[in-house]
């Protein structure tokens, strides 16, 4: 039996004896990073949707998430000796910029009504279209938000790192993380309807 | 609190590769059946007919084109850039013209005689969702917009395609060349066109002087035909007619104004007359004379007080005396059958128009006379 390391969420299991991901990015190569898409592809994928709502646009946004990590390799930072939180900054910087108005426009597309959609006949799609709806509501929210929190929200209610994790890719200080999300916490409950948070 | 995530989803297999960057697919595109190929099957099975077999480029071109750059020429790089840390490991030939990419994204344009690097306070320009950070006469640089696949370069006027030339682009980078002579006004990013500005000047001290040698002396003349190669290569002297040349004679190099001679594998010969401020294009010697030991001018070159004369005589000479006008003569080297020769311009002087009043004694190796007489 092969052992396995603990993997991040969402992200494919790896091998103990495959290379780590510090290994793969020092490599540097086309190889090497192809490697590090088939482990992130997935994670980074389920995130960008999480930040656009649309799961066309968050192909779009993972397949440029990657390819501007790749640019962008030597200014890579590794949390716990993995790339999925930078990976997720990528995300986040490029969802803000290029993405934006894209998602806006899915997003408003979501409320017209769908003619073609047989709700009564799938119930997936209605949940699909449920969790679309709600979710777009919640980066509406979060937009608004000061971009240090947003930021710090993108990574830790969205992407669900840990603190710590996101204060590394951050590069500030994990109680800086805390008390943004805090914050962003409050701000978010007075914009938000209850439906849409569950209280913990 | 916490926010109401939808769960996550499994990745299908076909939304994974659509989604994958384009350059980790070398591994795995070689595995399938190129779909030209596959039409070419169906069509030889449904008409009957042979055909011949497409050929198809699996992998992409543009890698084909970026090759590693040597440490010599990292080193003129990062003097270009007075930086020592810089570092390369990727670089594009257009001809004579090397473009390295620095790993920090810097670009560094390499000629026989120049480096080029972005002068302080360059700003990149944004074009589309890329942008240009490195421009030349010749060359713009930077990074594409995502996905992208081609890029060209494109001279229009009045909204009519005039020159077009097609440059390298990866994930990282672009680069693209275009002759002197090109004006570029757009670049076409796949399918997309963008307007750039047309290239003037920039301040020189983008541009620094560089050699490929190892002699850092500009005048050196070796430097010399380094400056004379790439003038020639700005005015549309091909490639092949450009390399291997090496100097034989030059004359002036202490006052910084004369004239080279070079010569390739000791069977064809060119000129270049160089000054303090600039040189001139290396120009090959056209030979017409049917006796190629048949004494002859080659070249004249007035620079300033002094003509400076490119003659040719037997190819046992090793020595040759010229004369003008019975005048005091002037010895030189004769080096395959070539010399340089300077005389003082006297004013009113017509020196073009009269070669014929020089006389020479051409002395082989042991000084003996292998020719004399006159010069045509």
Partial sequence: MRLMRPSWEGAAAVPDDAPSDAELWAQGDEHAFGELYDRYAEAVWNHAYRLTASWSTAEDLTSATFLTAWRRRAGMTLVRDSALPWLFTVAGNLARSEFRRKARFTRLLLRVPHDDVQRDHADDVASSLDHEARLSQVLEAVERLPRAEREAVELVLLGELTAAEAATVLGVAEVSVRSRISRARTRLRKMLADDILEVE | MTINLPPRRVLPADVKERMRPHFTETRSRRNHTPLAVAAGVTLLIAGGIAITQPATHDLDPARDRVVTPSGRDVARCRTALNDKNWSSTQMVVFGLRKVLVGTDGRFCELTASRAGVAPQGFQPTQ???????????????????????????????????????????????????????????????????????????????????SFESDDSDPWASVNVLARCVDNAFNNKVTVDELRGWEPLLVSGLEQH??????????????????????????????????DPDSSLVIDGHQSGSEFIVTGRTTRAAKTVEVSDRGGTPVTVNVADGHFIVTFPVSIGDDWMMSPARLRLVARNAEGEIVYEGGIS
């Fill in chain 2, 257 to 290: 104004r004369g004239m080279l001679l070079a010569h390739r594998g000791h069977r064809e010969w060119a000129t270049c007359p160089f000054t303090e401020t600039r040189s001139d294009s290396l120009s090959l010697i056209s030979t017409t004379s049917r």
């Fill in chain 2, 127 to 209: 074009v589309d969702a890329g942008s240009i950070t490195y421009r030349s006469a010749n060359v713009i640089a930077g990074v594409p917009p995502l996905g992208t696949r081609t890029v060209k370069a494109r001279e229009t006027v009045s909204g009519r395609p005039k020159h077009s030339s097609s440059g390298v682009v990866t994930p990282d980078f672009f680069i693209v060349h275009s002759p002197a002579a090109m004006l570029t006004n757009e670049l076409v990013f796949d399918e997309k066109t963008v307007p750039v500005q047309r290239f003037t000047s920039w301040s020189e001290n983008g541009v620094t002087d």
